[in-house]
Nanobody, 117 residues
Framework: QVQLVESGGGLVQPGGSLRLSCAAS????????MGWYRQAPGKQRELVAA???????NYADSVKGRFTITRDNAKNTVYLQLNSLKPEATAVYYC???????????WGQGTQVTVSS
């Protein structure tokens, strides 16, 4: 059974940092790509960052230079380092995996990130 388990969310002051982790299990092959999305109250879910099986990355314009996505293949884990956090980064962050010939979507349960003083 495929599982994506996120951790690392919490409350942080503006300008602070967090690191989110997403541990993947149950995949026979490495996912085509993995990424992080976020959804703020009253807004649509949006892509924050993604990393392909080949190691290519892409980021939302709003987080470029401040967030970094990395992965540890040995641990089947993807990380999102969030630096210089702003209040508008407050949202539930979801781990996503695209897998198989049809790039089916798999989602984690989400982890809350709150940026507030």
């Amino acid at each position: 059974q495929v599982q994506l388990v996120e951790s690392g969310g919490g409350l942080v002051q503006p300008g602070g940092s967090l690191r989110l982790s997403c541990a993947a299990s149950g995949f026979i092959f490495r996912p085509n790509a993995m990424g992080w999305y976020r959804q703020a109250p009253g807004k649509q879910r949006e892509l924050v960052a993604a990393i392909t099986r080949g190691g290519n990355t892409n980021y939302a314009d709003s987080v470029k230079g401040r967030f970094t996505i990395t992965r540890d293949n040995a641990k089947n884990t993807v990380y999102l380092q969030l630096n210089s956090l702003k209040p508008e980064a407050t949202a539930v962050y979801y781990c996503n995996a695209k897998y198989g010939a049809n790039a089916n979507d798999y989602w984690g349960q989400g982890t809350q990130v709150t940026v507030s003083s």
